[in-house]
Structure formats: structure tokens, C-alpha cells
């Protein structure tokens, strides 16, 4: 009896398993990647009311975090400024700018479209609510803004640089040392190598910044838990 299908058939089935496979595995690998913090969150930069610029109020103008940022450094979150934070200023200075009309609007209760209302930024930087991360806690320690935040000083528009999840913070609690800092530097976005020299003894082995934060990390008994209760309480 004649064969009724052709010999090529043979291997259909190992050929339909292939492609089923591979169509699989490029699946998982583009959603392992594409739905990760790193391509979701890194880049986030909205637009907002008033556009701020870090670049000329840090870097050019030296204005410390903590004068907006006031809650930093004493409680587990970091507060955007009030209205009234910026009006300290802004009544005086660039007042006429029409990118402060929004400012002008909640705060000057003499321009003619006044309202009161308080400014609403647009949030960038935001845990998932079963996450608990306490800012106060790490900065009293010595870890800087940069480490989280990325080259704040230099943006003109600020966006999320870091992926703030949770493999990215075990990296950090596994290897402290990378982001120590001595606590007056830790709001000194120009430090670097160059600083090391001025706490550690003339002759020291102690070059880098990684080297004084292996020194700071034995001196101060710095040992980040990295168990889950440490961040999902």
C-alpha cells in the first residue's frame, strides 16, 4: 500500500515543537526584560506645572536638597516643596516670569487669577505600597541623592535614572561600600576620588571613594539586612 503522506512529514512534528519552543522562549525573554523596572520606570520624565530646572537652582545657584527636599534627612519620606517654599524666593526673584504663573496663581493673592490651590507636581519617584523604604535611614547613614536619584545637579528636567527595584536595592545592601559616603558629603554631588584624601591619614592605603567606604562600613558596623521582612514588612 502506498504511503499517504510524504516522506517530508516525518519531521513536521519535531519542526511544529521547534517553532512552538523558540516562539516561547522569545516570549519569556522580551517580557523578562520589557516588563522589568528597567524599561518600565528608567526615563520616566513628566512634564510639570512649573518647569523647574535642578541644573540652575543646584548646580549654578548651590541650593542645599534639604531647602525643598525638607523632610529628607528626619523622616521615611521626602516631601516636594509647598508653594510657599518656592515664594520664599520668587516674590523676589524672576517674579514677572510667566513660567511662574502657576506659583503666582496659588501664591500671590494679588494677581488677578489667584486661587490659593496648592501646586500639584506631577510624582516621579514612587514604591509600590507593600514596599517600606525609609529615606532618613539611609541618608543619616551616608548614602547620597546620586545613588538613588542619579545626577540630579544636571537636570534640566528631572527623570527617574535609577530602577528602584528590588534586585537594584539587594545590589546595594549586599555591597555598601560602592555608595558610603562621610555624612557632610552626603549632600555633595561633586564628590569623588579627589575628597579622599581629607579623611583618611597622610599615607593610607585608602585612595578611592569605594576604599573609604569599606573603611566607613567597618568603622560604623554599616551590615544592610537583606532578608524580605527588611523592605515587606
Known amino acids: 500500500m502506498a504511503n499517504i503522506f510524504p516522506r517530508w512529514t516525518n ?87 510667566p513660567k511662574l504663573e502657576p506659583l503666582h496663581r496659588s501664591m500671590n493673592d494679588q494677581h488677578p487669577h489667584y486661587d490659593g490651590k496648592p501646586i500639584e507636581w506631577v510624582r516621579i519617584h514612587k514604591s509600590p505600597d507593600y514596599v517600606y523604604f ?50 557632610e558629603e552626603v549632600f555633595n554631588f561633586d564628590y569623588g576620588d579627589k575628597d579622599v584624601a581629607r579623611y583618611v591619614a597622610e599615607g593610607s592605603a585608602v585612595k578611592t571613594t569605594e576604599d573609604l567606604g569599606k573603611k566607613l562600613k567597618e568603622q560604623f558596623k554599616v551590615s544592610p539586612k537583606t532578608s524580605c521582612a527588611t523592605c515587606h514588612h
Open 134 to 183: 525609609n529615606h532618613s535611614a539611609h541618608v543619616n547613614r551616608g548614602i547620597s541623592c546620586q545613588s538613588c536619584h542619579g545626577d540630579v545637579n544636571q537636570m534640566e528636567v528631572v527623570y527617574q535614572a535609577e530602577s528602584h527595584s528590588m534586585g537594584w536595592c539587594l545590589d546595594c545592601h549586599r555591597a555598601p561600600e560602592k555608595h558610603l559616603r562621610p555624612l
Open 11 to 97: 519531521l513536521l512534528p519535531l519542526k511544529i515543537a521547534v517553532c512552538i519552543g523558540t516562539t516561547v522562549a522569545g516570549i519569556a525573554l522580551a517580557f523578562s526584560y520589557y516588563a522589568t523596572p528597567k524599561t518600565l520606570r528608567v526615563g520616566y520624565q513628566p512634564s510639570q506645572p512649573i518647569p523647574f530646572s535642578h541644573k540652575i537652582h543646584v548646580d549654578q545657584l548651590g541650593l542645599d536638597c534639604r531647602y525643598c527636599h525638607s523632610f529628607v534627612d528626619v523622616a521615611g519620606h521626602s516631601n516636594v516643596p509647598t508653594g510657599n517654599t518656592c515664594w520664599n524666593c520668587h516674590q523676589h526673584v524672576q517674579r514677572d516670569s
